[in-house]
């Protein structure tokens, strides 16, 4: 499962950024995290210096749920991104995560990207890229993920 | 006049649009700023302030080339494909401030045989942490990617059809054919042409897509007063506004993902302006690609919210038969992609009546529109 994204040798995050490095940091652990704010305990997204709530800058990291649903998704044909150039066509689009307010970017793995829905059930995977990256990678529950 | 700070533009430059201009981005503004300047009945010596473009040659260069001596006012918004018309009013005001008193203003590029318009674009945005730690790891990176994510959102939520982004693929490509400006003057597009395009981020096509441009425009902007005793008809400045999207960093978290910028900025433009969308007789709107006409259509208030397909399937942006003529120029999908920056030669030519065979007969009132980053948005009201 995922072999594609394995041995994908695209892009790779950023791991010292401040903010974003506790995402990826989760994802080594299998685990889906957002930022959460000590003070409101608002949940946002992407992840900020600050919370966009009450501007607090007291902000931590919650576990947050591994599926959610398809919002929106575009069926990509061309891309210069390196390593993707080889997976087109694809798709990528935006999940509502469930049981909280979290909207995300992610890479949706189907065979069959014409069938794709919105609303439709999305569960989360993880793929090993090696060097200490794991992506998440959506599968569709319809598809038995 | 509304406003207390009317400043008009005096002057409009083009060079030729192309895929291939064999030479420099430096070269290519220069023409352009020397036209502009001729046109405006002033010698290349009375500019005292530029706004370039946030990408392209800077204002340095333009001082050093035209031989000014004292340049005192210089500025650049990071508006992206906004910022030819928010720099409208950076100009307006500065000449109100009586910081300048002939603004230049210019985007010059070889968008196509140079480095490309999109690989600029994803250099440029703003969230560039987003961008690179949450988005090219994980296969999205291209404006034409994260726009079709808009799009397929607005034909979920309203019935938004293929049929009717191609309408307006189609309907610039016909104002094109009126235009021998235009970079696809005498190519005609036919809707199954349209259809039958290679897929690049579902749902665009290839011809959802703006044209990758050599070129450059440039205008030249004095206060209104003074612009009474310059040679060419002054079209004034009535009304200029900026605005930004919910989340104006991140698409991911903004919802509905089609909300812009501009929705916030075209009541204000058009409130300064003391003139309404109903009143507008031409509109140029920022066609980076197909949908995102139909998205600001709805955001500038000329069509309401989730009706602007049926707008456009109506015939309503046509020159011929539609009641606003959009893009009489072909727009970024057939003129040519100079960041917007022809759309206000383009309503500064037809407040002139200037236009040609795609002269919008009596025109008085023009919009023009910005789009630019992830939502950034600006409107200005032009009237002569």
């Known amino acids: ?126 793929a090993e890229r090696g060097e200490g990256v794991v992506l998440p990678v959506w599968h569709r529950e319809s598809e038995g993920a | 006049m509304s406003s207390c700070w009317t400043a008009a533009v005096t002057g409009v430059g083009q060079t030729e649009f192309s895929s291939g201009s064999g030479r420099s981005q430096s070269r290519l503004a220069i023409e352009a700023a020397l036209l502009a300047i001729a046109d405006a009945g002033l010698n290349p010596g009375d500019i005292d302030g530029i706004i370039p473009y946030q990408i392209g040659p800077p204002a340095e260069d333009l001082i050093a080339m035209l031989g000014l001596g004292d340049v005192r006012f210089t500025a650049v918004s990071h508006l992206g494909g906004a910022s030819p018309v928010a720099g409208l009013r950076t100009a307006s005001l500065a000449i109100a401030a009586g910081q300048a008193e002939a603004v230049l203003m210019y985007v010059a590029r070889n968008g196509r045989s140079g480095d490309r318009v999109e690989s600029r674009v994803t250099q440029q945005v703003p969230g560039q942490q987003f961008r690179h730690g949450l988005e090219h790891p994980l296969g999205l990176s291209l404006p034409v990617q994260t726009y079709s994510l808009m799009c397929r959102r607005h034909m979920l939520d309203f019935g938004t059809t293929r049929e009717q982004l191609g309408k307006v693929a189609v309907t610039m490509r016909e104002h094109a054919l009126l235009n021998p400006h235009a970079q696809m003057y005498g190519r005609e597009l036919t809707f199954e042409q349209y259809v039958t395009s290679k897929p690049i981020a579902l749902p665009y096509l290839m011809f959802d897509c703006s044209l990758e441009t050599d070129g450059a425009s440039a205008i030249v902007i004095t206060s209104a007063e003074r612009a009474r005793d310059l040679p060419q008809p002054p079209v004034l400045i009535r009304g200029v506004a900026e605005g930004h999207a919910d989340s104006a960093d991140d698409l991911s978290a903004r919802n509905p993902i089609y909300g812009t910028g501009l929705a916030k900025a075209a009541p204000r433009a058009f409130r300064e302006a003391g003139i309404g969308p109903a009143d507008v007789d031409v509109a140029l709107i920022y066609d980076c690609f197909t949908f995102q006409v139909i998205q600001q259509l709805e955001a500038a208030g000329f069509a309401p919210l989730g009706q602007g397909g049926a707008f456009v399937e109506a015939g309503e942006i046509a020159l011929s038969g539609g009641s606003l003529p959009v893009n009489p120029h072909g727009g970024l999908l057939s003129e040519g992609h100079l960041a917007g920056m022809n759309h206000i030669v383009e309503a500064v030519l037809q407040l002139r009546h200037a236009g040609g065979d795609r002269q919008v007969p009596g025109a008085e009132v023009a919009a023009v529109t910005g789009w630019g980053d992830l939502g950034d948005g600006s409107l200005a009201v032009l009237t002569n």
């Open chain 1, 1 to 126: 499962m995922n072999a594609e994204l394995a041995a994908l040798d695209g892009p790779r995050p950023d791991r010292r950024d401040p903010e974003i490095r506790h995402f990826w940091d989760g994802l080594t652990e299998r685990e889906l995290r957002a930022q959460v704010c000590a003070d409101c305990q608002g949940v946002q997204w992407p992840p900020r210096a600050a919370c966009v709530k009450c501007q607090s800058l007291q902000l931590t990291w919650h576990v947050i749920a591994g599926s959610g649903t398809l919002s929106t998704w575009t069926e990509v044909h061309r891309t210069g991104l390196a390593g993707y150039q080889d997976l087109v066509p694809y798709a990528v689009g935006i999940v509502e995560i469930d049981e909280t307010p979290v909207r995300m970017v992610g890479y949706i793995h189907t065979p069959d990207i014409d069938t794709l829905v919105a609303g439709e059930r999305l569960v989360v995977r993880f």
